[in-house]
């Protein structure tokens, strides 16, 4: 996939022709591997994008604000002001202003297509726990399974907590352990059997299915959702 640079917008030919040829052809690939129904890294990257291009945005009116006024007319009967302001926007600014209104709605869309796609996997996978319910929940296993649901991959997960400046999070630090062939001998309980055998501390482990419904791109779509969702799932267990 196309990578677009943290500092297109300032860095290079300032044109707004140009800008927005660099901002569809990295669409354009954002929106291919959506297509193939690949959520990360591309839905990632975007959110960044756009979170930075609003940050410029509101950058630019708070100096645009900060430039010093003369008062063009007043009317007195409603006690109100009109304003013009002295110091006039270049070129730069006017060529930046016009990438700036074109780009946030464009990547609006496409930020809204992927979070739709992710909706989708997300609606379609379902999480129970395989065993005898343990009240240890920060550490433990899941199993991760698609469709037509013959294989099934394990790992061991821990559930950390992160202190950002915005707040605290939940953190799913996981490792993946093995794949294995599901039959009638064996089944998701006699391989919770076999982790209990081999781990010290996994009798106090907790051990979740997690099946999809859909066929999707694993490392880039299955299991990064997957996580976020045990993640949320494992919350509202340590809530009750």
């Known amino acids: 996939m196309k990578t677009l640079s943290k500092d297109w917008i300032t860095e290079g030919l300032i044109d707004a022709e140009y800008k927005t040829y660099l901002l569809l052809a990295y669409l354009s690939d954002v929106k ?10 591309g839905f990632t990257d975007l959110y960044q994008h756009y979170q930075n291009i609003l940050s410029v945005k509101s950058g630019r009116e708070i100096l645009r604000n900060s430039f010093p006024k003369a008062i063009t007319s007043a009317d007195w009967e409603s006690m109100q002001l009109e304003y013009e302001q002295k110091v006039k926007d270049n070129d730069f600014f006017a060529v930046m202003d016009e990438i700036i209104e074109y780009s946030i709605p464009v990547m609006k869309q496409h930020l809204d297509e992927g979070t739709e796609l992710y909706k989708h996997v997300e609606q379609n996978l379902h999480i129970s726990e395989v065993g005898l319910t343990s009240p240890f929940v920060e550490n433990g296993y899941f199993f991760l399974c698609a469709p037509p649901k013959r294989e099934a991959s394990v790992y061991e997960y821990s559930l950390t907590r992160v202190h950002l400046p915005d707040g605290n999070y939940r953190a799913l630090h996981v490792s993946h352990l093995s794949n294995f062939s599901l039959s009638y001998t064996q089944t998701f309980e006699s391989i919770k059997t ?13 051990t979740y299915l997690i099946e999809s419904e859909l066929y999707v791109p694993w490392e880039e779509s299955l299991l990064p959702v997957a996580k976020r969702r045990l993640v949320e799932y494992l919350s509202k267990e340590k809530q009750a």
Do not use: C, H, T, W
């Open 32 to 41: 291919n591997e959506f297509q193939e129904r690949k959520i990360y890294p």
């Open 194 to 206: 076999d982790l209990i055998r081999s781990a010290r501390n996994a009798p106090r482990y907790a």
